[in-house]
C-alpha cells in the first residue's frame, strides 16, 4: 500500500492512458498523459490549507523521485499539473499492485473464446464483446471480478439445457455445486439474456428458461374436457378455473375441446374475469415458459380446427409475448381485444407512454400491429388488458 494521495495521482494519470488511442495504437502523434492537481484536490489551490498542499506535494515529489511522474511547478511550489511517464509505466503498475488493462483484457479474450462455440445467445455475446475489446471498450456484465463473470457465462451456457421446470437452489447447486451461487448473480444473468436473446420481458427470463422459485401452475377453464392419468375432467361442469401444477402436466392424456377457440391471457385478474363459454381459456402468467408450451402445443395437436386467440395488455409487452408465442409454439394466435378500436373504447383508462415505450413501439412497425401502435405514438397511450372488458 502507498500513501492514499500517492494511489490517487498516479490511477488517474494510468485510467487516461489506458482509455486514450495511444493504448491501441491509433493515434498517430506522442501523445501526453496529464491531470491538473486542481480538479482533483481544488483545496491544494487554497493556500490557506496548509495540510493538504503539504501533502500533495509529498505525494508529487515522491512521484517524481521515482520518475513515474513528470510534475510542473510554478516559483511558489505550486504543481499546476503532472505528466505520466510512460517509460517508467511498468513499474507504476507494480508500485500500485494494479493489473494493466491489456492483461486483463487478454485474460477477458481467452475467457470468451471458451464459449465461442456455445449456444446462439453466447455466441452473439461473445462476439460484440470481442468487437468492444478491440476498440478498448468496457466487456458488457464484468465487474472486475473474474470469478463472478465466469459463473455468469457458466450460468448462461447451463440454462440453454435446463428442458423441464427447475427451482433455483437445484440449478444452481448442479452448475456450481452452491444452493446459493446463482442468487447473487441471476439479476446479471438474466439481463444479458434479455439484451442478447429473444425474450419478450426482462423480469421473466428465466421463468421462460424453465427456471423458477416456486412451482409453476397452469390454470384453465372453459369448454374442455381433461383426460389426466385415465380419469375424465369436464371443465365446463366447475364453476371456476382448475389448476394443474408442472408435475401434473405430464399426466395429461388428452385435452378434447367442446368450444371452438383456446384463449390464452397475459393477466390473473383478466383471466378470472374472461368468459369461458364456447372456448377454453389458459393463463399465461406474463410469460409461457415450457411447461404452458408444451400444453399449448399438446392441444393443439388434438384439436387441429380451433381458432388460437391471445389476449395481452395493448403495449410493447403485450406485442412481444404475442409475437414470441407463436414463434416458440408454431400456433398462428390471433391478438384479442389488443386491437385500435379497443384502444379507443378504453382510451380513458389508458397510461401515457415512457420515453423507452416509444423507441421500442418504433422497433415493432411493419410487423402486424401498424394501425395500432401509429394511434399509440400519436396520443402517447398504452392500455392494460385489466381495463378492458371481456364480453
Given at each position: 500500500m502507498t500513501d492514499p494521495i500517492v494511489d490517487r495521482l498516479l490511477n488517474a494519470l494510468l485510467d487516461k492512458y489506458e482509455n486514450s488511442k495511444s493504448f491501441i495504437g491509433e493515434n498517430k502523434v506522442r501523445q501526453r498523459f496529464l491531470i491538473r492537481i486542481?480538479?482533483?484536490?481544488?483545496?491544494?489551490?487554497?493556500?490557506?490549507?496548509?495540510?493538504?498542499?503539504?501533502?500533495?506535494?509529498?505525494?508529487?515529489?515522491?512521484?517524481?523521485?521515482?520518475?513515474?511522474?513528470l510534475p510542473k511547478l510554478d516559483k511558489a511550489n505550486v504543481c499546476k499539473e503532472i505528466q505520466l511517464n510512460t517509460e517508467t509505466i511498468e513499474e507504476a503498475?507494480?508500485?500500485?499492485?494494479?493489473?494493466?488493462?491489456?492483461?486483463?483484457?487478454?485474460?477477458?479474450?481467452?475467457?470468451?473464446?471458451?464459449?465461442?462455440?456455445?449456444?446462439?445467445?453466447?455466441?452473439?455475446?461473445?462476439?460484440?464483446?470481442l468487437e468492444r475489446l478491440m476498440r478498448n471498450k468496457p466487456v458488457h456484465y464484468f465487474n472486475n471480478d473474474f470469478q463472478e463473470?465466469?459463473?455468469?457465462?457458466?450460468?448462461?451456457?447451463?440454462?440453454?439445457?435446463?428442458?423441464?421446470?427447475?427451482f433455483y437452489r437445484d440449478f444452481s447447486m448442479q452448475?456450481?455445486?452452491?444452493?446459493?451461487?446463482?442468487?447473487?448473480?441471476?439479476?446479471?444473468?438474466?439481463?444479458?439474456?434479455?439484451?442478447?436473446?429473444?425474450?419478450?420481458e426482462r423480469d421473466q427470463v428465466l421463468a421462460e428458461l424453465n427456471l423458477v422459485k416456486n412451482p409453476t401452475y397452469v390454470h384453465i377453464k372453459g369448454a374442455a374436457k381433461v383426460v389426466l392419468n385415465g380419469d375424465g375432467i369436464d371443465l365446463s361442469t366447475l364453476h371456476g378455473d382448475i389448476a394443474f401444477s408442472s408435475t401434473m402436466l405430464d399426466g395429461i392424456d388428452r385435452i378434447e375441446l367442446t368450444g371452438r377457440s383456446v384463449l390464452t391471457v397475459e393477466?390473473?385478474?383478466?383471466?378470472?374475469?374472461?368468459?369461458?363459454?364456447?372456448?377454453?381459456?389458459?393463463?399465461?402468467?406474463?410469460?409461457?415458459?415450457?411447461?404452458?408450451?408444451?400444453?399449448?402445443?399438446?392441444?393443439?395437436?388434438?384439436?387441429?380446427?380451433?381458432?388460437?386467440?391471445?389476449?395481452?395488455?395493448?403495449?410493447?409487452?403485450?406485442?412481444?409475448?404475442?409475437?414470441?408465442?407463436?414463434?416458440q409454439t408454431g400456433i398462428h394466435f390471433m391478438p384479442y381485444k389488443m386491437d385500435l378500436e379497443t384502444l379507443r373504447k378504453y382510451h380513458d383508462s389508458a397510461r401515457p407512454l415512457t420515453e423507452n415505450d416509444r423507441i421500442r413501439l418504433t422497433k415493432l412497425k411493419d410487423q402486424g400491429f401498424d394501425e395500432v401502435i401509429d394511434y399509440m405514438l400519436m396520443h402517447n397511450v398504452k392500455l392494460e388488458q385489466e381495463a378492458v372488458r371481456d364480453g
Open positions: 486542481g480538479e482533483l484536490y481544488p483545496d491544494y489551490l487554497d493556500h490557506a490549507n496548509y495540510e493538504i498542499f503539504q501533502s500533495v506535494n509529498d505525494a508529487v515529489d515522491l512521484l517524481a523521485k521515482k520518475k513515474l511522474v503498475y507494480r508500485l500500485l499492485g494494479r493489473t494493466a488493462k491489456r492483461d486483463v483484457q487478454d485474460t477477458m479474450r481467452t475467457i470468451l473464446a471458451r464459449y465461442q462455440e456455445s449456444n446462439a445467445i453466447l455466441q452473439h455475446y461473445v462476439s460484440v464483446q463473470y465466469e459463473q455468469i457465462l457458466q450460468a448462461v451456457e447451463s440454462l440453454d439445457k435446463v428442458k423441464q421446470e427447475t452448475v456450481f455445486r452452491d444452493s446459493k451461487a446463482f442468487d447473487h448473480i441471476s439479476g446479471k444473468v438474466a439481463n444479458l439474456l434479455f439484451e442478447y436473446g429473444d425474450f419478450a393477466n390473473l385478474t383478466s383471466f378470472h374475469l374472461a368468459t369461458s363459454e364456447n372456448r377454453l381459456v389458459i393463463y399465461l402468467g406474463g410469460f409461457h415458459n415450457t411447461v404452458r408450451r408444451h400444453l399449448i402445443m399438446k392441444i393443439h395437436q388434438q384439436n387441429p380446427n380451433a381458432a388460437f386467440y391471445h389476449f395481452g395488455d395493448i403495449d410493447v409487452g403485450g406485442f412481444l409475448i404475442l409475437q414470441h408465442l407463436r414463434r
